[in-house]
């Protein structure tokens, strides 16, 4: 789907029409909403689609003469149809499905496109003494937030200590020159959803830098990367929501111009057995779902295959140690705790340097 647009109308989701229904019934959710006056704008080129099991969405202010809505698309999907090729454990071909499927402790080979992910995971592994984990797979998968279907079900304790032998970040070691992985265990099975639309913003935003273009956004779901100003000439207007399934409610908006944010949350990607909640987030040390009171955490930072990480790293790493992390890290981090049936949102110490000028909607300071 694409489009040129001027459009004038008062809130934008970044998705439309047909796209917009699928978005908000689907377990995903962009995060990104941005407010479009009536006064005279920039031209902008918006594209939009499916990717990673979720949604993206692209806009380019002042485009270069000559890209069209047509070319800007077949662009962005093939820049984000290349990082499945590398990093998705989606794709049974991908680079990481074949290095999954590897039973070798030898050193490994691998691309330096994958590798920066890998180690990436692993510097996030150490800063949160291994809630974040990229081996975590075999747990996500028995919990049905893997490849395969959804089974609805919690698995057997002993399903999960098996799968809990499999997990640990530390028997995955890393060499740089050349770019190389080593596993201490043949069975060892990497998962890097976590940092996976994060490395797409990434990605396809540098792919518009080449292109001479300064002023755009990227959204892969709940990570986003913006350059520049949007057609009105201001910061792109980025939404954090409530954490609330089945429900858009904007929490509060966030200027973001030149930089990157990812919100993670447990209320869009989780099933429900005997009124309990499962989420998708799993803690390595328990071998099962994030229990807390933590809705969402959204970090701000330069590079979006970070925050989508240190967003995630934060979900798991709950609603007392999160914001300790952020803090003692110097992270801009926004977190939406749930208080009883009220909900409770407050930033890191240098979340409201990085926004300086958050503003929340309807007229709650
Ligand atoms: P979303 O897809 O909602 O944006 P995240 O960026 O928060 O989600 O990534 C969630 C995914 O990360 C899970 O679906 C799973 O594949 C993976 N994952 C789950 N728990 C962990 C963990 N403790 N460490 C690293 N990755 C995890
Ligand atoms: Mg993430």
């Given at each position: ?62 485009a270069p003469a000559g890209l069209t809505a047509q070319t800007l698309q077949h662009e962005v999907e093939s820049t984000l149809n290349q990082v ?20 070798s402790t030898d050193w490994i080979p691998v691309s330096s496109n994958l590798f920066e992910v890998i180690a990436e995971g692993q510097r996030i ?67 890097l959803s976590a940092l996976g639309e994060g490395v797409g913003a990434d990605r396809v935003s540098a792919m518009l830098d080449a292109q001479g ?153």
């Open positions: 789907m694409s489009r040129n647009q001027s459009a004038c109308s008062r809130l934008q989701h970044p998705a439309h029409g047909i796209l917009a229904r699928r978005l908000a019934q689907s377990a995903f959710m962009l995060a990104a909403i941005w407010l479009v006056g009536c006064e005279r704008e920039a031209p902008l080129i918006e594209v939009e689609g499916p990717t990673m099991g979720t949604y993206y969405s692209v806009k380019v202010v002042n499945i090729s590398e990093i998705s454990t989606y794709d049974p071909n991908s680079e990481l499905s074949r290095l999954n499927r590897n039973p592994a150490a800063l949160t003494d291994g809630a974040f984990d990229v081996t975590v797979g075999p747990l996500v998968n028995l919990w049905g937030f893997g490849p395969e279907a959804k089974t609805g079900e919690p698995p057997t304790p002993e399903a999960i200590q098996a799968a809990l032998a499999r997990v640990g970040w530390k028997n995955l070691e890393l060499r740089t020159e050349p770019p190389a992985i080593r596993k201490t265990r043949g069975d060892l099975y990497i998962d273009i300064r002023h755009d956004m990227v959204a892969v779901a709940g990570t986003i990367r913006a350059k520049g100003y949007n057609a009105k000439g201001q910061p792109w207007s980025i939404a954090i929501e409530e954490p609330l399934p089945d429900q858009r409610i904007v929490h509060r908006i966030v200027p973001v111009s030149d930089r990157a944010i990812s919100t993670s949350g447990d209320y869009r990607n989780f099933f429900e057995k005997d009124g309990k909640r499962y989420s998708h987030e799993i803690d390595p040390k328990t071998g099962s779902p994030i229990e807390s009171h933590l809705g969402s955490a959204t970090v701000m930072g330069d590079r979006a295959m970070v925050v989508d990480g240190l967003a995630t790293a934060l979900m798991v790493l709950g609603d007392k140690r999160g914001p300790a992390l952020a803090a003692d890290q110097g992270l801009a981090a926004y977190f939406i705790v749930r208080d009883g049936t009220t909900l409770r949102g407050f930033g890191s110490p240098n979340f409201g340097n990085d926004t300086v000028s958050a503003i929340r909607q309807n007229g709650n300071p």
